[in-house]
């Protein structure tokens, strides 16, 4: 293989897992939009084992009409962060409930009842990604993220000489055709990316 063909085989590998981590931020900022889906991340270990701390866990907001004894929940308390623990109990009517919760790693409720209106209910959990995600949440790593994923599509996009070798009558070849979608994705993730970092909510 030519030193050339290499060079635009990895380009192109790179390209695309930018174009993947664009439509993950794509995704995940159509979901939050139309569907009041967010992520939170678990400091603690009080929900352990079901939900170690460093986890990374999707959350959707519900009205409190819905809130059920076993769901487990992140409820916003005033001047503090939010809590993440199992529903134990609901009381109330009307658009409001009251609510006690407990951790799963707990002996004992929490010592405050919770009167909601609306909570956002844990849909999935993985474990140790909070980690990676504090690290892309770096303002250096996002930086050079963005960058990097910027000089990508430009050269995606980049016009290609060749002389006789360009295919004839103005079309492009299937390399050229693959990179533009590729290219217009890794566009899209990155101005949703920076969209979205803007927008993350605290951690529980």
């Known amino acids: 293989m030519r030193r050339g063909d290499a060079a635009r085989a ?6 695309n ?12 900022v159509v979901l939050s939009a139309l569907c009041n889906v ?6 603690t270990g009080s929900m352990s084992p079901t939900i170690p701390a460093g986890s990374l866990a999707a959350v959707r907001e519900i009205p409190a009409s819905e809130i059920e004894v076993g769901d487990v929940l992140t409820v916003d ?25 407990r951790g799963d790693a707990n002996a ?11 909570a956002r209910e844990v849909l999935l959990s993985v474990p140790h990604l909070a980690k990676a995600v504090v690290w892309f ?15 990508l599509v430009t050269w995606a996009f980049w016009p290609r000489g060749g002389g006789d070798r360009r295919p004839r009558h ?9 990179r533009t979608p590729a290219g217009a994705v890794a566009v899209g993730g990155i101005v949703c990316g920076i969209t979205s970092s803007a927008l993350a909510p605290s951690g529980a």
């Open 77 to 101: 308390r005033a001047g503090e962060l939010p809590v993440t623990h199992r529903v134990t109990s609901v009381a109330g009517a009307g658009e409001s409930r009251t609510i006690t919760m």
């Open 137 to 151: 949440s770096n303002p250096w790593v996002l930086g050079a993220l963005t960058l990097s994923a910027s000089a």
């Open 170 to 178: 103005g079309s492009r070849s299937s390399r050229e055709r693959g």
């Open 38 to 43: 967010s992520l939170i991340m678990f400091k």
């Open 10 to 15: 990895v380009g192109s590998a790179l390209l």
């Open 17 to 28: 897992l930018a174009a993947l981590g664009g439509l993950v931020c794509i995704v995940l």
């Open 108 to 118: 004992a409720d929490d010592p405050m009842p919770y009167t909601v209106t609306s």
